[in-house]
């Protein structure tokens, strides 16, 4: 699996938009971008996940860049309750030992009042 | 729709002793992954497996540690001989299938080795 940059920590206003960057300049044509986030050491958190195009869902978007070399999760109105470590992992899609997700050391998102 | 369930959720054991970790996937879901947690420090594989088979125990070691996900019945992660450094928060996540199936996880069991 491709390996994946991201900053260690940043923090947000409550009420703005959270803007977490992700490099993944050797993805695949067949990897995926997926989105995880941990609360205070509670189990990891499926957000969402892209290949191509650009993903909306309840809980957040996903851009990603034409080329495929960086993404964007984007938390429209973050809240309190956003403080998490936010991991972005890039998964081929296929099935066997390629199933398993590697998880970097994330990106430690602070929402403050 | 329940998700993924693990239990216990905090288990303590002292060095030798065993520590049995059960995960149930969500409903449907025929696939289970373990992940340990050491403190300070991020989620590794450990270990994949589908209803009776192990897909991929790459990230286990090769020592003390098994897993089996039976027919019927939980996903069990068993640690013989405790020792200290086994002390992690180790979660379990469940997908329908594998390759890019999303992986739903557990809240995880911590385990203690006193």
């Known amino acids: 699996d491709a390996k994946t940059t991201q900053p260690p920590s940043m923090d947000c206003a409550e009420g703005r938009a959270a803007n977490l960057p992700c490099n993944h300049s050797?993805?695949?044509?067949?990897?995926?971008v997926y989105w995880y986030r941990q609360i205070h050491s509670q189990g990891p958190q499926y957000i969402i996940h892209?290949?191509?195009n650009n993903e909306t869902n309840e809980m957040a978007s996903l851009i990603i860049t034409e080329d495929r070399k960086s993404s964007t999760l984007i938390l429209p109105h973050a809240t309190l309750r956003d403080t998490a470590v936010y991991y972005c992992?890039?998964?081929?899609?296929?099935?066997?030992?390629?199933?398993?997700?590697?998880f970097g050391t994330g990106t430690r998102l602070q929402v403050t009042l | 729709n329940a998700g993924v369930m693990q239990n216990p959720r905090h288990l303590v054991r002292r060095r030798g002793q065993e520590a049995r970790l059960r995960c149930s996937p969500m409903k449907g879901h025929s696939h289970v992954y373990w992940y340990r947690q050491l403190p300070e420090e991020g989620l590794k594989f450990m270990v994949y497996?589908?209803?009776?088979?192990?897909?991929?125990e790459s990230g286990m070691p090769k020592e003390r540690f098994s897993a089996e996900f039976p027919k019927e019945g939980p996903s069990i992660l068993r640690i013989q001989q405790v020792v200290r450094g086994d002390s992690a928060a180790y979660f379990c996540a469940s997908s329908q299938s594998g390759a890019v199936e999303t992986q739903y996880f557990g809240p995880g069991t911590r385990l203690l080795v006193l």
């Open positions: 050797t993805i695949s044509g067949n990897e995926y």
């Open positions: 497996l589908q209803k009776e088979n192990i897909i991929d």
């Open positions: 892209g290949l191509k």
């Open positions: 992992i890039v998964r081929a899609a296929n099935t066997g030992t390629a199933s398993k997700l590697t």
